[in-house]
């Protein structure tokens, strides 16, 4: 085979891994009910929260994602609302008031 030929080849080969890697994680989005009802158990109980993440993603979309103890990863909010969910449940973990403007825009 031509030396051309198998750079070419292996040329594809990248440039289809590239197009089939992953876009994402591996949480899913959750929206309406389902987002107020986890919401409202945080707001309850906030020792159920594991953990909660401010990511990046492949898309350079920032997404919050939330991990309850005992429950898969979700994520619950994206774009500008992220971070304001991200600094709500962060001050529900903490068990410190919310911040001030967050306060007036409930």
């Not at 991990?67 to 962060?90: I, Q």
Request: aromatic letters at 6%; glycine letters at 8%; charged letters at 25%.
């Amino acid at each position: 085979m031509p030396e051309s030929v198998t750079i070419g080849l292996c040329a594809f080969i990248l440039i289809m891994l590239w197009f089939l890697r992953p876009k994402g994680g591996d949480s899913k989005q959750v929206q309406g009910g389902e987002l107020d009802a986890i919401l409202y158990l945080c707001q309850e109980n906030p020792k159920l929260i594991e953990r909660v993440s401010l990511l990046d993603t492949y898309g350079k979309e920032v997404v919050c994602e939330l991990k309850l103890r005992n429950a898969e990863a979700v994520r619950v909010a994206k774009g500008s609302s992220a971070t304001e969910k991200w600094l709500m449940l962060k001050a529900l973990k903490a068990g410190a008031p919310l911040p001030e403007y967050l306060q007036e825009n409930e």
